[in-house]
């Protein structure tokens, strides 16, 4: 199979010095980047909001921008980020609980309509069956695998077999990302279970050799 894509996640970049930061891991191989983003409520952090992303598309008009939304209430985000220039948008299933019935398909429509692509995410957690419902509906699937709010956790290798379960059910022009604790020494177990786009913050940001490590994730 192709090598996975790499997107590294802004969360492990020097904030003061963002934009160089971006345009180094563009210039060192990596495919688009991750912006999470955190409401201090749906996750017990703070990070980032859309004059950060409206900022980053100035400067990157060609750059593919990956938005994770880490929130209880994506409706709210979902128009500003993609005026803000963000080009595809995940949400996480957990804060579709106890919100109207079909919320999810509602938020998908909205995402779509905005011109972005749809993404769902589940926490580790949650089962694979509970997203399942969505193939066909998204064009991602982000397995998280650490428990979502801080960048450089552990990874939590039972997320695997989650992936093994859902991957195989997706149609080719659905795509599935990994988050969390993934970098060289696990790329390949990540990308053989059946994920093609990966997200790595620390062990992007905080390699000594940029390109040497986002080499080394793609070729697992
Ligand atoms: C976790 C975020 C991740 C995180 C990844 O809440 O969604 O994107 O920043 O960082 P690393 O790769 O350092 O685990
Ligand atoms: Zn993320």
């Given at each position: 199979?192709?090598?996975?894509?790499?997107?590294?996640?802004?969360?492990?970049?020097?904030?003061?010095?963002?934009?160089?930061?971006?345009?180094?891991?563009?210039?060192?191989?990596?495919?688009?980047i991750?912006?999470?983003?955190m409401?201090?409520?749906?996750?017990?952090?703070?990070?980032?909001?859309?004059?950060?992303?409206?900022?980053?598309?100035?400067?990157?008009?060609?750059?593919?921008?990956?938005?994770?939304?880490?929130?209880?209430?994506?409706?709210?985000?979902?128009?500003?980020?993609?005026?803000?220039g963000?080009?595809?948008?995940?949400?996480?299933?957990?804060?579709?609980?106890?919100?109207?019935?079909?919320?999810?398909?509602?938020?998908?429509?909205?995402?779509?309509?905005?011109?972005?692509?749809?993404?769902?995410?589940?926490?580790?957690?949650?089962?694979?069956?509970?997203?399942?419902?969505?193939?066909?509906?998204?064009?991602?699937?982000?397995?998280?695998?650490?428990?979502?709010?801080?960048?450089?956790?552990?990874?939590?290798?039972?997320?695997?077999?989650?992936?093994r379960?859902?991957?195989?059910?997706?149609?080719?022009?659905a795509?599935?990302?990994?988050?969390?604790?993934?970098?060289?020494?696990?790329?390949?177990?990540?990308?053989a279970?059946?994920?093609?786009?990966?997200?790595?913050?620390?062990?992007?940001?905080?390699?000594?050799d940029?390109?040497a490590?986002?080499?080394?994730?793609?070729a697992?």
């Amino acid at each position: 199979p192709a090598q996975p894509l790499v997107l590294p996640s802004i969360l492990a970049a020097d904030f003061t010095t963002l934009g160089e930061d971006v345009a180094d891991v563009l210039d060192k191989g990596a495919d688009g980047i991750h912006v999470d983003i955190m409401d201090g409520h749906f996750v017990p952090n703070l990070s980032i909001g859309v004059p950060i992303m409206a900022s980053l598309r100035k400067r990157f008009p060609d750059a593919y921008f990956d938005v994770h939304l880490m929130v209880t209430n994506p409706e709210l985000f979902v128009q500003p980020f993609a005026d803000a220039g963000a080009d595809h948008i995940t949400f996480h299933i957990e804060a579709t609980a106890g919100r109207k019935e079909n919320h999810e398909f509602d938020l998908i429509k909205q995402i779509k309509a905005t011109g972005c692509t749809a993404g769902i995410s589940f926490n580790p957690p949650t089962t694979a069956a509970s997203v399942q419902h969505l193939v066909g509906h998204v064009e991602m699937f982000l397995a998280m695998s650490v428990h979502p709010g801080f960048g450089g956790q552990k990874f939590i290798p039972e997320v695997l077999d989650k992936i093994r379960e859902l991957s195989p059910k997706l149609p080719d022009t659905a795509r599935f990302e990994i988050d969390g604790g993934v970098g060289p020494v696990n790329a390949g177990d990540v990308a053989a279970a059946g994920v093609d786009m990966i997200v790595a913050g620390s062990a992007v940001f905080g390699a000594p050799d940029r390109a040497a490590a986002i080499a080394a994730i793609k070729a697992g």
